[in-house]
């Protein structure tokens, strides 16, 4: 058991960052963050911000020294770089498992191996386009084009109607390795997030039910409006999951649910997630400071929600050129809770922070708490719109 005033290590310096580094301070540990943006959300909160490259030698060596643990908010850092970490250092998660979520084709291949199902799929590789299989247990159209790497928010990923596009696509895309996806007819999509520790054991958190706009998470509400056979295979899943990897640390799966019943993973992601933020004021322990207590081998805490909850993203969109959103109806709500994650540069499609909506006592579903949520984000839009802050 790792116990504070141990220094843990953080590698990523976004808004999942500053959170566990608010948790962890809040438990007494001290964090020290790798991330090169000097204005990085969570280096700004950090006991110390080393403001180097992923892979800058040095600041590997001043974590390693300094770390009795080190953690990911951010799956994409360079592979050699865990590598070398994890040779002189507890690194929770490891090497192999951010090593399945870095990249499409292993995740695709990980999860087969497992027999989950996921969206049918064919590998595009770097260089030719290939021979379609079509036909009979061929890939359907429309389909998505996703490169295997370094996608998020639904960038690096093409929309494809016809199987012709697909040289274009793959062009557009800069012909890198991408998978290839049948757009299946959505009824929900859904995540669980779930924590595991070294030795084995796990606590999930509720199933959240996501909405997104233009390929980004837009509303997160919880309960989800699934059966409890949804939610129970759901987060059999992501245990399975976990477990397979032998994880540490929070990790989150996403969900399609289609409009034939079938449950289908669409991706893994190894740290905790945007969908996950409900927990912040909804549950009876945070995503993050279950990530604390997951890779310092503290007990888990139980993940019970405690009240209906409805997450709104707040995107760059939302700021006035120049200026700053009124946030005075959002602030006046007792019920609203906002939060920002102080990046200093909106751009559009950018993630600035978001809003969680709590329910009354004696409300058991989230339709009212998701009509409020979407009424401060349309005031919010709107504000913009007639360019009046
Ligand atoms: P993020 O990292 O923000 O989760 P991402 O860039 O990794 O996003 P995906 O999760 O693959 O991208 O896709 C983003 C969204 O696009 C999905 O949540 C879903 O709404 C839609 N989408 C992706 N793939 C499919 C598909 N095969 N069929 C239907 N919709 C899809
Ligand atoms: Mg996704």
């Not at 700004?44 to 080393?50: I, P």
């Not at 399945?100 to 191996?113: I, N, P, T, W």
């Not at 120049?322 to 990046?343: E, F, I, M, N, S």
Request: aromatic share 6%.
């Amino acid at each position: 058991m790792i116990q504070p005033p141990a220094t843990l290590g953080l590698l990523g310096g976004g808004q999942l960052g500053r959170y566990f580094v608010q948790a962890a301070q809040a438990m007494g540990y001290s964090v020290w963050v790798l991330d090169p943006d000097p204005d990085s959300p969570a280096g700004r909160l950090a006991t110390r911000h080393l403001c180097q490259a992923f892979d800058d030698t040095a600041a590997l060596e001043a974590l390693a020294g300094e770390c009795a643990v080190i953690t990911t908010e951010f799956e994409n850092i360079p592979r050699a770089a865990l590598d070398w970490l994890d040779a002189r250092v507890r690194l929770y998660p490891g090497p192999r498992a951010l090593a399945v979520a870095q990249d499409r084709l292993e995740e695709k291949a990980f999860l087969g191996e497992m027999g989950v199902a996921v969206a049918p799929w064919q590998a595009v590789l770097a260089g030719a386009v290939p021979e379609l299989r079509t036909g009979a247990g061929g890939l359907a159209f429309p389909a998505i084009l996703k490169t295997a790497r370094l996608g998020y928010d639904g960038k690096g990923q093409v929309r494809l109607d016809t199987p012709d596009a697909l040289p274009a696509a793959h062009a557009e895309l800069g012909q890198v390795d991408c998978v290839l996806e049948s757009r299946v007819e959505l009824e929900r999509e859904l995540s669980v997030l779930i924590a595991r520790t070294a030795e084995g054991a796990t606590e999930s958190f509720p199933v959240a039910e996501n909405a997104h706009r233009d390929g980004i998470l837009h509303l997160t509400q919880v309960p989800a409006r699934v059966g409890d056979a949804v939610c129970t295979q759901a987060t059999a899943i992501a245990r399975e999951v976990v477990d397979q990897l032998d994880y540490q640390g929070v990790l989150a799966v996403e969900f399609f649910l289609t409009s034939d019943g079938e449950l289908l993973v669409n991706e893994i992601a190894p740290r905790p997630h945007n969908s996950g933020h409900y927990s912040l004021d909804a549950c009876t322990v945070s995503q993050f400071e279950q990530q604390v207590r997951a890779v310092c081998g503290l007990g888990l805490a139980p993940a019970r929600l405690t009240t209906p909850v409805a997450m709104v993203n707040l995107l760059g969109d939302l700021w006035p050129a120049g200026g700053t959103p009124g946030w005075q109806d959002v602030l006046a709500d007792g019920r609203a809770r906002l939060h920002l994650y102080g990046k200093a540069v909106a751009r559009p499609g950018r993630k600035m922070g978001h809003i969680s909506v709590l329910g009354r006592p004696g409300q058991a579903d989230a339709s009212a708490v998701v009509a409020s949520a979407e009424d401060l984000w349309h005031g919010l839009a709107r504000a913009v719109e007639e360019g009046v802050a």
